[in-house]
């Protein structure tokens, strides 16, 4: 996150432009960067050059966590991701940090592929990923 103590002292119409242009930016990195809001926006025909304001954002369905936990699978596999790998994180929001860069220089070969689960482990039901 781009902070900026300094914010505090612009005029309300400065805040609210630096507000939007932020928007604009965290938009446009989520449609370059983020599988799951880039068929979000698709699947709600969403264009974001068209969300300007905060007004605006109410366009955007409403994420939850479990939202976000149904995508992990493709996460993993866009950032080429192995059980123990060494990884570069940042904060990205109150509780989940953001994997910024694999450090595949660092894999020894005794890293594992990760497969998502065929079965629950707790009821042992069969695992079905739901689009």
Do not use: W
Not at 32 to 61: C, G, M, V
Not at 88 to 117: H, L, S
Request: aromatic letters at 6%; a negative charge; proline letters at 5%.
């Amino acid at each position: 996150m781009n902070k900026k103590p300094e914010i505090q002292f612009r005029s309300p119409e400065k805040i609210k432009a630096y507000q939007e242009s932020r928007l604009a930016e965290e938009l446009l990195y989520l449609q370059n960067h983020s599988r799951f809001y880039q068929h979000l926006f698709q699947a709600y025909h969403i264009d974001i050059q068209q969300i300007k304001t905060r007004e605006d954002l109410q366009q955007i369905p409403v994420t939850t966590k479990t939202d976000l936990q149904l995508h992990n699978e493709d996460f993993i596999k866009q950032k080429e991701l192995k059980i123990g790998d060494t990884v570069i994180i940042q904060k990205a929001g109150d509780v989940i940090p953001e994997i910024v860069e694999v450090k595949k220089d660092k894999r020894t070969g005794e890293e594992i592929e990760f497969e998502m689960p065929k079965k629950c482990p707790v009821c042992g039901a069969e695992a079905v990923r739901e689009e």
